[in-house]
């Protein structure tokens, strides 16, 4: 499976922006997807999750509110909507799948990053 995120930019704080990640190769309602973020000097970390139909959601405690994650499955893309954003939501976000329809936390293909940055 082959994924492109894409719809960063450069935002101000309270702004928002919607990131899209397609993906090609197979089906994605075969697997759970995730965007998760990264900053330079800090591992990389999870930011929302999506199971293969949509019904299960998970959110980090710092996101929760002002991000929301969903899914198209017959366009094959899965979305992070994000409300209210803040300067420490800067990074690079990156779209992950996993080969299990729910979601594990445990990834199995990534897409190349775009790069969000948010400006106080």
Do not use: H
Request: one cysteine or more; proline letters at 2%.
């Amino acid at each position: 499976v082959q994924l492109q995120a894409y719809g960063g930019g450069l935002v101000q704080a309270g702004g928002f922006l919607r990131l899209s990640c397609a993906a090609s190769g197979r089906p994605l309602s075969l697997y759970a997807m995730s965007w998760l973020r990264q900053v330079p000097g800090k591992p990389r970390e999870f930011v929302a999750g999506i199971s293969w139909n949509g019904d299960s959601r998970f959110y980090s405690d710092s996101v929760k509110g002002r991000f929301t994650i969903t899914r198209d499955n017959d366009k094959n893309t899965v979305y992070l909507q994000m409300d209210g954003l803040k300067a420490e939501d800067t990074g690079v976000y990156y779209c992950a799948g996993e080969k299990s329809r729910i979601v594990l936390y445990d990834y199995d293909f990534w897409g190349q990053g775009t790069l969000v940055t948010v400006s106080s």
